[in-house]
């Protein structure tokens, strides 16, 4: 699975476990802006999945006390995020080693043994 769709559901899911906790405790929205003192607007993303409005630390900060304020774990719901976002990081920093191999430059030895077989006596280029 393409790693920007499972960052999609993640934080679809994240939204969706945070507004069934709330309608649990049968809190309004309003009152969790209220008491968080989060706008209004950025829950109403949070629980749609829509994690694009600000920057990722605000992001995070605002799911931290959304998910204390309805009665869960807040490390257990980033955890997911976490874990995928270490492991885009990690792809981008450690490319496969086959990838890596493929855009290596020859080395000089080859590259030199290379030019002598296209230019030996014995090559095509000779007739």
Do not use: C, W
Not at 69 to 91: A, F, H, N, S
Not at 103 to 124: Q, T, V, Y
């Amino acid at each position: 699975m393409d790693d920007n769709l499972r960052l999609k559901g993640i934080r679809r899911a994240i939204g969706e476990e945070l507004k069934r906790a709330r309608e649990r405790k049968e809190i309004m929205l309003e009152d969790v802006a209220h008491e968080t003192k989060i706008n209004l607007d950025y829950l109403k993303a949070i629980e749609a999945g829509e994690f694009n409005f600000l920057p990722q630390a605000y992001v995070r900060a605002f799911i931290r006390s959304y998910a204390q304020k309805v009665g869960l774990d807040p490390v257990t719901m980033l955890k997911p995020l976490d874990r995928i976002r270490e492991r885009i990081l990690e792809e981008r920093t450690n490319p496969p080693e086959e990838a890596e191999s493929q855009e290596k430059p020859p080395s000089d030895k080859l590259f030199l043994a290379k030019l002598k077989k296209i230019f030996s006596p014995d090559s095509s280029l000779y007739l």
